[in-house]
């Protein structure tokens, strides 16, 4: 197998790219990735390359605004308690909670939302407090976490809008989001029953209330003043809330969820009409992917729609909420665009690519399986957005025709193959702790309540993953066999 390279420079600009993305800091150079994949991009134009012009075309400006939309939208939501309301009814207050039923409410609320709101997003609204109320009803935390963890990656990938791979795909493949959501949501609504299932299975030595786990961990929260820590305070912030506040008997009706991250919830009249307002802004939002408009630019006006109504109804400035937005990812994801749409122009994916073509044909049985299994080894080797992209932006050259097309096309039919890349690319994330970011964030939110390992994760996360990971391209495809008969 003979490549043909062009542009080698860009080799070790992308081996060092990958290098930052792959570990949050290293040590002796503790720089990070946002700021690692902009050093790389610039470095992608410093050697050539690309020209100044090439980089900033090959920023996906469509990915970007829908990203902001959608992080100005759920901003808004904390900022208005929305989510201390859905939480407060669903686990706070509800008296008839068992571990088992706490377990099913968590991983169907969680993959739910995560498919509209990512699922990043619902692992930092929900980690602390679910471990809160496992520590105030004696309840182990272990399960619940991992449950958030994996039913939030599943979900996510019901949608275009669940992650920022999704987003990618969203506005590189040109696939409608409703026959996105239509094959999509069978496949996460089907995995996320059987992955709770087998938690429930799996994790039943952890699921009996009074656990010695649970009651040492509540004597160790109560003597390090974390006993009651609020979701998005700081760790050190104690609310020193009792039991009656999971009966409901001593909350204030003006004050809302103390628990949640959001802050009080007001009943006030302006404050109402504006919560409507920003539901009705929503559920427009939504229909607009459904309607087919540009995704990205639909979702930046659904977040400025948010701001707008803000500032004449509450008279507030959206200071806050911008303050609040990831601009870190963004830049991130700029920097990315530039160092992978670089590597591009070396030749060598596309060429990689050509070898596995005929393999990974999505419309054979055998070329999705391969197709399934080659998708997400690369996802644990290069992280998933990375290989997203280097497998959405690559070119394959086809020998019928005599030129060169997105790779994506060569494989079959395209729109099947961008539904089942997005499928693979989330999912496979659920392999190990280190898979995704939002195992990460479980594990580090709810740190002070539980210490979820490696170990206690991977053993069960690792068979599962493989089975849901199968099972939902075995739905997607059957479907897709059905309605094109």
Not at 5 to 20: C, K, M, R, S, T
Not at 396 to 402: A, I, L, W
Not at 443 to 464: H, L
Request: hydrophobic residues 50%.
């Amino acid at each position: 197998m003979t490549f043909t390279v062009e542009h080698p420079a860009q080799v070790p600009v992308f081996i060092i790219a990958w290098l930052l993305i792959v570990k949050e800091r290293w040590d002796f150079c503790p720089i990070g990735r946002t700021a690692g994949a902009m050093i790389m991009g610039v470095m992608t134009v410093v050697v050539q390359t690309l020209g100044p012009e090439e980089a900033f075309e090959a920023i996906e400006y469509g990915t970007l605004a829908l990203l902001w939309g959608m992080m100005v939208l759920v901003e808004y939501l904390k900022d208005d308690a929305l989510f201390d309301m859905f939480v407060n009814s669903v686990f706070v207050k509800n008296k008839n909670l068992t571990p088992t039923r706490l377990l099913w409410l968590v991983s169907i609320s969680c993959g739910a939302l995560s498919a509209l709101f990512t699922n990043d997003t619902m692992c930092i609204a929900l980690t602390k407090t679910i471990c809160y109320v496992c520590t105030q009803k004696g309840f182990h935390p272990g399960p619940q976490m991992v449950a958030i963890a994996m039913s939030a990656n599943i979900g996510s990938g019901a949608t275009l809008i669940g992650n920022p791979q999704n987003a990618i795909i969203a506005s590189i493949s040109g696939v409608p989001f409703a026959k996105f959501l239509a094959f999509s949501v069978v496949a996460a609504a089907v995995c996320v029953i059987i992955n709770t299932f087998a938690l429930s299975l799996w994790y039943r030595d952890d699921l009996q209330e009074n656990t010695a786990f649970a009651a040492a961990a509540k004597e160790k929260m109560v003597e390090s003043g974390m006993y009651g820590a609020t979701e998005g305070s700081d760790e050190s912030t104690a609310l020193l809330a009792d039991s009656s506040d999971l009966d409901g008997t001593s909350t204030d009706e003006g004050e809302g969820n103390t628990i949640c991250c959001c802050g009080p919830f007001t009943m006030d009249t302006q404050r109402g009409i504006f919560r409507k307002l920003l539901i009705f802004t929503i559920v427009g939002t939504l229909a607009g992917f459904l309607a087919d408009l540009d995704i990205g630019w639909c979702a930046a006006a659904g977040g400025l729609a948010a701001m707008f109504l803000d500032a004449v109804i509450n008279h507030k400035v959206p200071d806050r909420i911008f303050a609040r937005v990831n601009w870190e990812l963004l830049v991130f994801f700029s920097g990315l665009f530039i160092v992978i749409e670089g590597l591009q122009h070396t030749m060598i994916p596309g060429q990689l690519l050509d070898e596995v073509e005929d393999l990974m044909n999505v419309e054979s049985i055998a070329g999705v399986c391969a197709f399934t299994a080659i998708i997400t080894v690369g996802c644990n080797i290069f992280n998933n957005v990375p290989l997203v992209l280097l497998v959405g932006l690559a070119s394959s050259y086809d020998d019928g025709e005599g030129v060169e097309k997105q790779f994506m096309e060569t494989i079959g039919d395209p729109e099947l193959a961008w539904i089942l890349l997005a499928w693979v690319a989330t999912v496979a994330g659920n392999l190990t702790l280190m898979g995704s970011v939002a195992n990460l964030i479980v594990a580090e939110e709810g740190k002070n309540y539980f210490e979820m390992s490696f170990g206690y994760y991977s053993k069960f996360g690792f068979p599962i993953t493989i089975v849901t990971l199968y099972v939902g391209v075995a739905i997607i495809c059957g479907m897709w066999t059905l309605v094109h008969a």
